[in-house]
């Protein structure tokens, strides 16, 4: 219920507004609503005019998608004002606050309107069968995560409900629908074109020209603009956004090393240039691109997985042991030659076994094998003295 006085500008009038922080105060989502006799959400209360207008509302909710904040803290901040000068109220009455999953019976109805991007499935088997990167997994309660190396053309869909525009109650009618792909806070792409499959839903394809440079991570924000006229038409909008997708590192393969013999007892290193399988590790990743990646070796699959730097490999040139290892190459994106902020959980880790035998300590002697007659000829079964060789 807001005091509409007549000589007040747009920006000064009584407001609404509803924020909702995530649990590190950054603002996720917000909807401001304005004193304005020509909103179709306002009627004019009988018998006040001039300075004394006050515009009311009917009951009715307001729905804001918080898929991406789900399992952590959040906040919503609900913020009623007068009108800057102080003189005309606001007046705002709440009721029935409700956190869950969304349904069709959950706020269908409400004359403020409703938006919501849709996740994007998570693909799978994008990853080597060498690969030990687990894909993470969205649990219950969780935040929704970024789908980790879609494949093009990605499809991006969602749902909608219009707010009330025109005096009759109808819904106001959708003018524009814009799909903003973003990283690190830059729109990289907007889509021109949508479809609506059905009443109340809404779709847009990504292709792979659309993003130039596909690294890490890119989540979507949407905008519907809807036309109402209940007096002078105007815009509304209505925003909704959602974690979208990303592209991490996929390695290769390394082909092993051909495998070796030590001498038992007091063995001597025997030294491994691990660099050499570098090229099948990028085996994946196009050659003009391979200088966006870097590549880090462990001793140890925990420290390769979390990029422990006791079990970093100092030395992978000239990398030396004496015995079978298993050895662990981590590939990431190199952060600092793309320009872009670090992605959680966007890496790979390959391991490869390095194969070192013991020399076989034989006997120095062998008793002989004899035979006597038979004209100087004599069939002999080498076997017999296996024991002999196997003894030590």
């Given at each position: 219920?807001?005091?509409?006085?007549?000589?007040?500008?747009?920006?000064?009038?009584?407001?609404?507004?509803?924020?909702?922080?995530?649990?590190?105060?950054?603002?996720?989502?917000?909807r401001c609503i304005v004193s304005d006799p020509?909103?179709?959400?306002?009627?004019?209360?009988?018998?006040?005019?001039?300075?004394?207008?006050?515009?009311?509302?009917?009951?009715?909710?307001?729905?804001?998608?918080?898929?991406?904040?789900?399992?952590?803290?959040?906040?919503?901040?609900?913020?009623?004002?007068?009108?800057?000068?102080?003189?005309?109220?606001?007046?705002?009455?709440?009721?029935?606050?409700?956190?869950?999953?969304?349904?069709?019976?959950?706020?269908?109805?409400?004359?403020?309107?409703?938006?919501?991007?849709?996740?994007?499935?998570?693909?799978?088997?994008?990853?080597?069968?060498?690969?030990?990167?687990?894909?993470?997994?969205?649990?219950?309660?969780?935040?929704?995560?970024?789908?980790?190396?879609?494949?093009?053309?990605?499809?991006?869909?969602?749902?909608?409900?219009?707010?009330?525009?025109?005096?009759?109650?109808?819904?106001?009618?959708?003018?524009?629908?814009?799909?903003?792909?973003?990283?690190?806070?830059?729109?990289?792409?907007?889509?021109?074109?949508?479809?609506?499959?059905?009443?109340?839903?809404?779709?847009?394809?990504?292709?792979?020209?659309?993003?130039?440079?596909?690294?890490?991570?890119?989540?979507?924000?949407?905008?519907?603009?809807?036309?109402?006229?209940?007096g002078t038409p105007y815009n509304y909008y209505?925003?909704?956004?959602?974690?979208?997708?990303?592209?991490?590192?996929?390695?290769?393969?390394?082909?092993?090393?051909?495998?070796?013999?030590?001498?038992?007892?007091?063995?001597?290193?025997?030294?491994?240039?691990?660099?050499?399988?570098?090229?099948?590790?990028?085996?994946?990743?196009?050659?003009?691109?391979?200088?966006?990646?870097?590549?880090?070796?462990?001793?140890?699959?925990?420290g390769a997985l979390t990029q422990d730097p006791?079990?970093?490999?100092?030395?992978?040139?000239?990398?030396?042991?004496?015995?079978?290892?298993?050895?662990?190459?981590?590939?990431?994106?190199?952060?600092?030659?793309?320009?872009?902020?670090?992605?959680?959980?966007?890496?790979?880790?390959?391991?490869?076994?390095?194969?070192?035998?013991?020399?076989?300590?034989?006997?120095?002697?062998?008793?002989?094998?004899?035979?006597?007659?038979?004209?100087?000829?004599?069939?002999?079964?080498?076997?017999?003295?296996?024991?002999?060789?196997?003894?030590?």
């Amino acid at each position: 219920m807001f005091n509409n006085p007549p000589n007040h500008d747009f920006a000064s009038q009584p407001s609404l507004t509803i924020k909702l922080f995530d649990e590190t105060g950054a603002l996720v989502q917000s909807r401001c609503i304005v004193s304005d006799p020509e909103d179709c959400i306002f009627t004019q209360v009988p018998g006040t005019t001039g300075y004394n207008t006050t515009l009311v509302s009917d009951w009715s909710c307001v729905k804001l998608n918080t898929i991406e904040l789900q399992g952590q803290a959040s906040k919503v901040e609900i913020t009623v004002t007068d009108c800057d000068q102080g003189g005309h109220w606001g007046v705002g009455y709440f009721d029935n606050l409700y956190i869950g999953d969304d349904g069709p019976n959950v706020c269908s109805d409400s004359a403020f309107g409703y938006m919501a991007v849709n996740p994007i499935d998570q693909p799978s088997g994008d990853y080597e069968t060498c690969s030990l990167f687990s894909e993470p997994v969205d649990p219950n309660c969780a935040p929704a995560l970024a789908a980790n190396n879609v494949t093009f053309p990605i499809e991006i869909c969602g749902t909608y409900s219009a707010p009330t525009g025109n005096p009759n109650g109808g819904d106001a009618p959708v003018t524009d629908i814009t799909i903003d792909v973003v990283s690190n806070g830059t729109v990289v792409y907007s889509a021109s074109t949508f479809t609506q499959p059905s009443p109340g839903e809404f779709c847009i394809t990504i292709n792979q020209s659309d993003i130039s440079n596909p690294y890490g991570e890119f989540t979507i924000e949407g905008e519907l603009e809807f036309t109402m006229n209940c007096g002078t038409p105007y815009n509304y909008y209505v925003q909704a956004q959602s974690n979208g997708f990303k592209f991490c590192p996929v390695a290769g393969c390394p082909t092993p090393f051909p495998p070796e013999c030590n001498a038992g007892g007091n063995p001597n290193p025997i030294s491994y240039d691990l660099t050499s399988r570098d090229s099948d590790i990028l085996s994946n990743i196009p050659a003009s691109e391979q200088g966006n990646y870097e590549i880090t070796y462990y001793d140890d699959e925990t420290g390769a997985l979390t990029q422990d730097p006791n079990s970093l490999i100092a030395n992978p040139a000239t990398y030396s042991i004496t015995t079978t290892t298993v050895v662990y190459y981590r590939l990431d994106y190199d952060y600092g030659a793309l320009g872009i902020a670090p992605v959680d959980d966007c890496y790979d880790v390959v391991p490869l076994e390095i194969v070192i035998g013991e020399e076989p300590n034989t006997p120095a002697t062998v008793v002989d094998l004899e035979t006597c007659g038979n004209g100087g000829t004599g069939e002999f079964n080498l076997e017999d003295r296996l024991s002999d060789i196997f003894l030590d």
